[in-house]
C-alpha cells in the first residue's frame, strides 16, 4: 500500500472511529434519558397509596337502650358536666295503631255520570263498591218517606240529641224524623248498616274527620281531598277503611272507554312506629360497671325527682354504610392495580428500548475495537512507509 493510500485509509477510518464513538455517546444519552424515566416511574410506585379494607369495627358501635313502659329509648348522646352529672339526648320509639299506613296500589274503573270528559264528575269503583268523595265532610244519605227523596245529615242539635236534618248548617230547624216504615238509604255498605242511629253516622263522621287530618299530615294535602271505601273482614266482621288521593283518580291514565288503567296508590289505617326525640335533658346521673359500661342512668323530671332506668347494651353495626365503605375499596383497589398494571407496563417498554440499546452499543464496541486494530495496522504500514522514504533519501 503505497504512502497517500495509507494515509487515506487511515483518515477513514479515524472519521468511521469518530462517529461510531459519536453514536455511542448518542445512545449512552438516550440510555440516560431512559434511566431517569424509569426511576419517575418506580417513584411514582413508591408515592401510591395502597387501598386497605375497611373494618367492620369502625362501623360498629355500642348502643345503650331502656324502657319506660312501651316506649323504647335510643340514647343518641350522653355528655358529662363540670359536676360530674350528664346531659343526656334519646329517641323515644313507640308503636301508633291509630296511624295511615300504605296498602299497595288498587286497580279503579270511573264510571261517566256527569258532562264527558270531565274526570271529577265521574263516579269511582274498586270492583262493584263504590268510592265515596270528600272524606271528613258531612255524609250524605238519601230519605224517602214515598215522596221526593231528599238529602238528610246525622247532626248534633242545640239540645245535645243526635238527629238527622236536611241542612247541616241549620240543625234544630231542618230536623228530620225517620219512622221505621220509612226509607234512608246510602251508596256506601258499611254507612247502610250504621243508619238505624244518627249517633253512630255523627261518631262515623266524626272520626273519619280524625282520618283526614292524619292523612293530610303524613301525605300532604291533595287539591281535590281524598276518596274512601270500606271493606269488611270476613273473618271478624270488623270494617276497614281504605283512602285515595281524588287527584290521582282524575290525573290516572285512562283507556279508550275513560277507566282507569294505571295502579292507584291506597292508603289505611294500621300500626305504624313514630319516633320522638328528646334532647339535652341536663343533671342526669349514671352508674357504671368495671368495664366502664354504663348500666344505669337517673333521669329527673321538671320537679327534680329521679327516675332510675336500667340500660341494656347491645353492639350495633351499620351494615350499609360498611358495604359502601367495602364497594370504595373494592373501587379503590380496582385503581390501583390498574395504576401498577399500566406503570409496570411502561417500565417493561422501557427495559426493552433500553437492552436494545445496549445491544447496539456493544454492537459499536466491537466495530470500534475492530477499527482500532486496522488503525493500528494502517499506522504501521504508514510508519514502515516512512521510515523507507526516509532511508532512501538519507
Request: net charge negative; charged share 20%; proline share 3%.
Amino acid at each position: 500500500m503505497g504512502m497517500a493510500a495509507s494515509q487515506a485509509r487511515f483518515l477513514g477510518l479515524t472519521a468511521r472511529k469518530n462517529n461510531v464513538e459519536f453514536e455511542g455517546q448518542q445512545i449512552n444519552q438516550q440510555r440516560t434519558t431512559l434511566s431517569n424515566q424509569s426511576a419517575n416511574y418506580y417513584n411514582d410506585l413508591l408515592g401510591m397509596s395502597v387501598p386497605t379494607p375497611p373494618s367492620v369495627d369502625s362501623y360498629t358501635k355500642t348502643v345503650y337502650t331502656f324502657s319506660d313502659g312501651a316506649l323504647t329509648n335510643t340514647i343518641t348522646a350522653l355528655i358529662a358536666q363540670s359536676n360530674g352529672k350528664y346531659t343526656l339526648s334519646y329517641l323515644s320509639q313507640y308503636e301508633d295503631d291509630f296511624s295511615p299506613i300504605a296498602a299497595g296500589t288498587s286497580v279503579i274503573t270511573a264510571e261517566d255520570i256527569g258532562v264527558v270528559g270531565i274526570a271529577n264528575d265521574d263516579n269511582y269503583y274498586v270492583g262493584s263498591t263504590l268510592l265515596r268523595k270528600n272524606l271528613g265532610s258531612p255524609i250524605p244519605l238519601t230519605y224517602s218517606n214515598g215522596g221526593t227523596p231528599i238529602t238528610v245529615y246525622a247532626a248534633v242539635n242545640a239540645a245535645g240529641d243526635y238527629v238527622y236534618c236536611e241542612d247541616i248548617t241549620d240543625v234544630d230547624g231542618t230536623t228530620v224524623t225517620i219512622s221505621p216504615d220509612e226509607t234512608l238509604t246510602s251508596n256506601d255498605e258499611y254507612v247502610d248498616s250504621l243508619l238505624s242511629s244518627p249517633e253512630q253516622i255523627y261518631k262515623l263522621q266524626q272520626e273519619e274527620s280524625q282520618y283526614l287530618a292524619l292523612l293530610n299530615s303524613k301525605y300532604g294535602t291533595p287539591a281535590s281531598g281524598w276518596v274512601i271505601r270500606y271493606v269488611e273482614n270476613s273473618s271478624t266482621g270488623i270494617w276497614q277503611p281504605y283512602f285515595y288521593k281524588a287527584d290521582d283518580l282524575y290525573n290516572g291514565n285512562r283507556d279508550g272507554n275513560g277507566n282507569i288503567v294505571s295502579g292507584i296508590d291506597c292508603y289505611t289505617m294500621g300500626s305504624d312506629t313514630k319516633t320522638v326525640e328528646v334532647k339535652n335533658i341536663t343533671d342526669c346521673q349514671v352508674e357504671k360497671d368495671s368495664t366502664g359500661r354504663y348500666i344505669t342512668v337517673s333521669i329527673p323530671n321538671t320537679s327534680g325527682t329521679m327516675t332510675t332506668y336500667s340500660l341494656t347494651t347491645t353492639t350495633v353495626t351499620d351494615q350499609d354504610a360498611y358495604e359502601d365503605a367495602m364497594n370504595q375499596y373494592e373501587y379503590d383497589k380496582y385503581l390501583y392495580d390498574q395504576s401498577i398494571q399500566d406503570i409496570n407496563a411502561k417500565i417493561e417498554i422501557i427495559q426493552a428500548e433500553d437492552k436494545n440499546l445496549e445491544l447496539r452499543l456493544k454492537q459499536l464496541d466491537t466495530e470500534q475495537e475492530a477499527i482500532q486494530t486496522e488503525m493500528d495496522s494502517v499506522e504501521k504500514v504508514i510508519q514502515k512507509n516512512t521510515e523507507s522514504t526516509f532511508k532512501t533519501f538519507g
